[in-house]
């Protein structure tokens, strides 16, 4: 039988219920950088309740229950717990009220407003925290979360959600640190391409199924990036890796990606400063969550091409080891990204990561890389640098926004645009693929926007149109192309996007 029981929140408090259910010893429990992770989550948050739900069948833990605990000489429980963290008080009796109520909406409705999320308890020591969905920190101060979306829990019939991205600790035992992140990444990908979720352990067996000489499948100690695609390929998604060493690749990238919604997953190594030599403890994968947009206007090394995401000054990433929505900050040199883990003193500010590729999970038809269409728009900007430099127009100073969005949301936000009627027209009768490249020119307050095709050849015609926001600033680069040798421009596409002008 199903049982709560509720108790106020307090850091104290939770590392009680964990160290109870898990039966972690507390001296194993003070190791856990999730709990200062917690502490400090919880406080902005402002939680005020914990209802504790009892038991609780988590899909996940069974399937890792069923290929490897079940089979231990201990016996350990197939059953999980399930913690739920609310902004408001309240005490057994009141959750009881609302339970035996004959009108309990407006209860229900005032409980889902502070309902904060929930983590699942594992029956397991050190590494119980299960499949965990919590509240994001406020979308202020250039914040984006791009992968959240409702998760629907059903407590004893009281109907709540919360906006989020689902995260769970790494069970060294069925699943390595790739297999949870690739697990967080599905999370997202299923929604946007509705594919099946596989757990963690089945996200480990069919990354190793191909590779007879690789380590044991369970315990699992990691997965190669070869590994990592083929976990990937598995659910139907096409892998796509992206050499990740330089910062300004990483922020345009994560940008490109992040806006339609498509998760990315960063691998490193871990460095830690040990009297200012770096040690390397070992490597690392996160999905990336999310990224703060706050930066000053910034442009790429050696060159004067102004791109929106170089503004990126955090990213934030479901660490399994740390915690959901992670904060990783872009350190001065242009290489490094700051992490929340401790050191050996338990000091932060001294692990940092090193960042070496990004693997993107794409729909199949999803062709054209970003790596192309950034390749297009550095050369239009190049050459809108030589002319500005001869007639001084100020387009010198256009800054690009590039990224990838579905052509159902790009002809929402023209729906409800101020284009004129016959230019909207023409754009939303216009068929498109499923998913656009889209490149927009910010100068001041005007814009101007090229799209891109997804699903050709690269060598193939992607230029799809433009989308005319400012006339004064269309009006200044079509007098370009008016005037300008079109024989002379070897790049094809650069070559469509002028003649497109002329005609």
């Known amino acids: ?131 965990t969905c919590l509240k994001t920190y ?62 963690p352990v089945e996200i480990t067996k069919a990354a190793v199924k191909y590779f007879p000489l690789s380590n044991r499948h369970f315990p699992n100690k990691g997965l190669s990036e070869e590994q990592m695609a083929q976990a990937i390929r598995d659910v139907g998604l096409e892998p796509y890796l992206i050499s990740a060493s330089e910062a300004h690749i990483i922020k345009a990238s994560v940008y490109a990606y992040q806006k339609a919604g498509i998760p990315l997953i960063l691998g490193f190594e871990l460095v830690e400063e040990v009297d200012e030599h770096p040690l390397p403890i070992g490597r690392h994968a996160v999905t990336i969550s999310g990224y703060r947009l706050a930066g000053e206007k910034t442009s790429f090394p050696g060159s004067r091409f102004h791109l929106l995401s170089s503004r990126i000054n955090k990213i934030y990433a479901h660490d399994d080891q740390v915690g959901p929505f992670a904060r990783m900050e872009f350190l001065p040199d242009g290489t490094k990204l700051s992490t929340s883990w401790p050191d050996s003193h338990g000091e932060l500010g001294r692990i940092t990561s090193n960042p070496t590729i990004l693997l993107v999970p794409l729909y199949n038809k999803l062709r054209i890389p970003f790596e192309s269409i950034l390749k297009v728009i550095f050369k239009l900007d190049e050459l809108f640098d030589i002319i500005d430099d001869h007639l001084h127009l100020g387009i010198a100073e256009i800054e690009w926004e590039i990224f990838l969005a579905s052509s159902n949301n790009l002809k929402e936000e023209v729906l409800n645009s101020e284009l004129p009627g016959e230019e909207k027209l023409k754009l939303l009768t216009k068929s498109l693929p499923k998913y656009v490249w889209r490149a927009i020119a910010h100068l001041n307050d005007e814009r101007i926007e090229l799209l891109f095709d997804t699903t050709d050849i690269e060598q193939g015609e992607i230029f799809l149109g433009w989308i005319k926001y400012s006339e004064n600033l269309f009006k200044t680069i079509k007098t370009i192309a008016d005037n300008i040798e079109l024989r002379a421009i070897k790049l094809m596409q650069l070559h469509s996007i002028f003649k497109s002008l002329r005609d």
């Open 138 to 199: 406020p979308l202020s101060g250039g914040r984006d979360y791009p992968f959240r979306h409702e998760y629907h829990v059903n407590l004893f019939g009281v109907k709540l959600f919360v906006k989020s991205l689902a995260y769970q600790e790494q069970d060294s035992i069925v699943a390595a640190c790739a297999s949870t992140a690739i697990w967080t990444a599905f999370q997202a990908t299923a929604y946007l391409f509705q594919h099946s979720v596989p757990t």
């Open 1 to 131: 039988m199903a049982e709560f029981h509720i108790v106020d929140y307090s850091i104290s408090n939770l590392k009680a219920l964990f160290q109870k259910y898990s039966k972690t010893p507390a001296q194993n429990l003070s190791t856990k950088i999730h709990l200062t992770y917690f502490e400090e989550y919880f406080k902005v948050l402002d939680a005020k309740t914990i209802l504790v739900e009892a038991p609780y069948v988590d899909h996940d833990y069974l399937e890792d229950f069923s290929a490897y605990y079940v089979k231990c000489f201990k016996e350990y429980d197939r059953f999980c717990i399930r913690l739920h963290f609310f902004s408001i008080p309240f005490t057994d009796d009141d959750f009881k009220k609302l339970l035996t109520s004959q009108n309990p909406h407006n209860d229900n409705e005032s409980l889902n407003n502070a309902y904060l999320g929930f983590i699942v308890v594992k029956p397991i020591p050190l590494t119980f925290i299960g499949r």
